[in-house]
């Protein structure tokens, strides 16, 4: 009969770790699944932010694109501008520095 009650013992408590075990398994299974759950949430919130931060680099170089034909025609314009300035300028002291060349160049100094 104690070898019985032993029995039974040993019995039962294979029984209980047989079902820590796949109370065990199961929590892992459940924390795996939460897991990939959680990866598949961040992954998908990675790739809106990524999109998000796309389009608004996509809106600003072509806003600063647009921009850019407007800058470059300002400086167009404004090399233009200073290209006559200095052509004038050129022309109104061009005789001045020919006679001061001609005074240097046929002075002669002992």
Do not use: P, Y
Not at 5 to 13: A, D, K, M, P, T
Not at 17 to 29: D, G, N
Not at 73 to 85: A, F, H, N, P, V
């Amino acid at each position: 009969m104690e070898a019985n009650r032993g029995q039974n013992g040993i019995q039962l408590l294979l029984a209980a770790e047989q079902e820590a075990q796949r109370i065990v398994t199961a929590a892992r299974e459940a924390k795996m699944a939460r897991l990939r759950q959680a990866k598949e949430e961040a992954e998908k919130e990675i790739a809106e932010f990524r999109a998000q931060m796309e389009r608004e680099f996509q809106r600003k170089v072509a806003e600063s694109s647009g921009d850019s034909g407007a800058n470059v025609k300002r400086l167009d314009q404004e090399t233009e501008s200073k290209i006559e300035q200095l052509k004038i300028e050129g022309s109104r002291i061009s005789q001045d520095v020919v006679q001061m060349l001609l005074k240097h160049v046929t002075t002669v100094k002992n």
